[in-house]
T-cell receptor
Framework: GQQVMQIPQYQHVQEGEDFTTYCNSS?????IQWYKQRPGGHPVFLIQ?????EVKKQKRLTFQFGEAKKNSSLHITATQTTDVGTYFC?????????FGSGTQLTVLP | KAGVTQTPRYLIKTRGQQVTLSCSPI?????VSWYQQTPGQGLQFLFE???????NKGNFPGRFSGRQFSNSRSEMNVSTLELGDSALYLC????????????FGPGTRLTVT
């Protein structure tokens, strides 16, 4: 079926290093959403991008939506231990909201 | 505003039994979606209800069903439980609909033995 692919599956970084996770769809997405799930917690909405080429920033987090609206990325600058968790993208390649498989980020102090 | 609440938080059931999970959305939210989260399959969409009507359904067998009440509270039911149904069941509410900003509850951890 139509999916939203996300890479990498796991990422270990030293505190202070940057981190990027990528999301791709084979079909055009009307919007892309990003969520963060802390260990033992539930997904928490971070942001929604709607426009082609859109870039939004939240402090150290930068979100991009591709020009063709088929891909997106989340970049974290200078990671901190509080950034630990799994980051999910979610889009709508078909009728329903489809989540990527997530990128589990570990930040080593 | 109070967040999304789910009950119970933990549940242990035996294969073949049935289970009902409950979700109370954020006040004013009319859309409630249910997801199954497992380590192997990630977050899988079960169904969405909006104003008591099922608006969308994921690719799950008929053993999985749900409903929504007039106060937007929702329940999901799983009949004839199988070991593979062990998962975290997450409910999410939305002001606009199931394809927009989702507010998740803490989930119900179901273990089937």
């Amino acid at each position: 079926g139509q999916q939203v692919m996300q890479i990498p599956q796991y990422q270990h970084v030293q505190e202070g290093e940057d981190f990027t996770t990528y999301c791709n769809s084979s079909t055009t997405l009307s919007n892309i959403q990003w969520y963060k799930q802390r260990p033992g917690g539930h997904p928490v909405f971070l942001i929604q991008l709607v426009k082609s080429g859109e870039v939004k920033k939240q402090k150290r987090l930068t979100f991009q939506f591709g020009e063709a609206k088929k891909n997106s990325s989340l970049h974290i600058t200078a990671t901190q231990t509080t950034d630990v968790g799994t980051y999910f993208c979610a889009g709508q390649p078909a009728r329903q909201l489809t989540f990527g498989s997530g990128t589990q980020l570990t930040v080593l102090p | 505003k109070a967040g999304v609440t789910q009950t119970p938080r933990y549940l242990i059931k035996t294969r073949g039994q049935q289970v009902t999970l409950s979700c109370s959305p954020i006040s004013g939210h009319r859309s409630v979606s249910w997801y199954q989260q497992t380590p192997g399959q990630g977050l899988q969409f079960l169904f969405e209800y909006f104003s008591e009507t099922q608006r969308n359904k994921g690719n799950f067998p008929g053993r999985f069903s749900g409903r929504q009440f007039s106060n937007s509270r929702s329940e999901m039911n799983v009949s004839t439980l199988e070991l593979g149904d062990s998962a975290l069941y997450l409910c999410a509410s939305s002001l606009v609909g199931g394809t927009h900003e989702q507010y998740f509850g803490p989930g119900t951890r179901l273990t089937v033995t």
